[in-house]
Structure formats: C-alpha cells, structure tokens
C-alpha cells in the first residue's frame, strides 16, 4: 500500500497536472470502486480543481462547490496520467478524470478490488474519512511521544496504526525501526526517553528522506504503476529477507503474518535473537533457532 513518501509525491505531480483544470468528464468503470452516492459523482463534472492533498494514505482532490474526491489507493490501486486521445489501460482501469491536457485514470492490478473513490461535500464530511493519526513531520517530539504511549502495543503495531500516525504502514515502519535499532515487538510504554527521541528522530528522517528520494526520481515526469511501490532495492531491510543488513551484514529475518510481514535485522535491533514466526516457529518447536548464532549453526 503507498504510504506518506509514495502518496505525498502522488500529490505533487498530480497537482502539477490538474491544478486549476476543469474535470470535463469522469468515468465509472468499476461499479465497486465508487462508495458514495450523495453528491452524486456527476457534481463533479465542470469543477475546476483547486487542490490535491494528503490524507493519511488517501489522496484528496478538492474542487469549487466545496465538493472532495477521495481516492483509497489500498494495496493494488496505482495512478496513470495519459495524453489526450490516449487510451485507458484496458481492463484494470477502474476509474477516469478527463482534463483539458490529459486523463487520469485509477487503475488495479489483480482480482480483489479494493482501492474506493468517494465523493463529499464539505469539510465536515471530508474530516469522516480522517483516521485522526498525527502528522510526524510537523508534529513535536511530545505530541509524538503522547501518541506512541496513548496504548501499551508494539512499535509495529503503533507506527502503523492510522488513529496515532499519519501515513505509515508496513514497508517504511520496518525501515524506520531499522533506523532507530529498536525492536518491533518491543511495548511503547516500556520505552526509555532515550529510544522515543531516537525514535522520533528516525521516523522523521527515514520519512523525509524517501520523499525527497521520489521526488528527484519523479522530477519532470509521471511515476509508472510499478515504480510505486512497498519493495525498493535501496530499503535496509524491508522486503530483504534473507539478504545481509546493509549496516553490519547480518542476514535480515522476517515475522509472517496474514498478508503481512515484518522484516528486521536480529543484530542491529533484537541484540542477536531470532523472533518467533507464528507459523513456522510452532511448527518447528524446539528446533526454533533463538539466536543468530543457533540460525548460523544450522
């Protein structure tokens, strides 16, 4: 799923493109992506765009009459800009904004469709769509360490929730605790002052530095579908199971859950253990290796 660096540039070069344009037409091609019916999606139709912005993973597109597109990305759901006359990626486009200078269409790969486009009116409505979590690049370092410790989880658990951090998911979490050589499963409340300002520090940079990494990738053009994307070859550890940790060269390991996996390296954040895969580390009881060095000697 894009988070905070990957929607925020989505924003800018959008914004770029669409900014003061009329939307002349739309086009529903998924019946499932459009969520809302009031307004209806045709309100939109001769609106100019005034704004393109974030909200948490969402991207925003507000246009006169106070009327908002909200666009849910979710996992598979990418962006493509096409030239006038050009046409639609056939059958994975869910949804188009056609504009003086060229068309943007919503797109999704696979079969589960689960990216949404809902269309509101008002700022009261759009703050509906809001998860409430902080913004951590403008945020100071208590407003941060109050959302960290506002319930007792782990650090993967807090920085990707929604309600307490804007914008982070699975892919940057791993690399930002990676960072700040702290655990995943370690429980916020049992932080030290000195790991929550390591910490806070290493959110912001990691954030900051992705973004300003795809911005000088994106420069002058529009990203393609897969350049968005949770796996990038220059990640630390994310997506990098099994690969040496590009700080001390320790193989990276991960924790599978659901769809889902955390990637971490056992030296720079666990002090050399091996944490507990669900599945695989029941399966293996007894043979779990605990250390790094029990991982080596099998």
């Known amino acids: 799923m894009p988070e905070l660096p990957d929607v925020t540039v989505y924003c800018e070069v959008i914004r770029e493109r669409v900014l003061q344009r009329r939307i002349e037409r739309i086009r529903i091609l998924s019946p499932f992506v459009l969520r809302t019916f009031d307004p209806p999606i045709e309100a939109i139709e001769g609106r100019a765009v ?21 666009i849910h990305l979710m996992i598979a759901g990418r962006f493509r800009w096409l030239k006038p006359g050009q046409k639609l990626p056939g059958k994975i486009t869910l949804a188009s904004l056609e504009f003086p200078d060229g068309t943007l269409a919503l797109t999704e790969a696979g079969t589960k469709k689960r990216a949404s486009i809902h269309l509101v009116r008002g700022e009261s409505q759009l703050a509906a769509h809001n998860p409430g979590g902080i913004d951590v690049l403008s945020c100071s370092e208590s407003a941060f360490k109050a959302a960290l410790l506002r319930e007792n989880h782990t ?33 916020t409340q049992r932080l030290t002052e000195e790991q929550i300002a390591r910490l806070f520090i290493a959110t912001r940079e990691t ?18 579908p897969g350049e968005i994307t949770a796996f990038r070859p220059d990640f630390a550890v994310h997506g990098k199971y099994d690969k040496p940790c590009p700080v001390c ?23 050399g253990r091996i944490l507990a895969d669900r599945s695989l580390s029941r399966l293996l009881k007894d043979d779990w290796p605990r250390t790094i060095d029990e991982l080596d000697s099998l």
């Open 155 to 187: 650090l993967k658990r807090s920085l990707t929730d929604p309600h307490l951090f804007s914008g982070i998911g699975n892919a940057y979490s791993d690399e930002i605790l990676h960072a700040a050589k702290l655990s995943p499963i370690t429980l």
């Open 50 to 70: 005034t704004d393109v912005r974030r909200l948490g993973k969402r991207i925003v597109l507000a246009a006169d009459d106070d009327l908002f597109l909200v």
């Open 207 to 224: 954030l900051t530095r992705w973004t300003d990494t795809l911005r000088r990738q994106f420069a002058g053009r529009f990203p393609g």
């Open 249 to 271: 060269g320790t193989a990276v390991q991960r924790i599978r859950y659901a769809e889902n996996e955390t990637n971490y390296c056992p030296r720079c954040q666990t002090e």
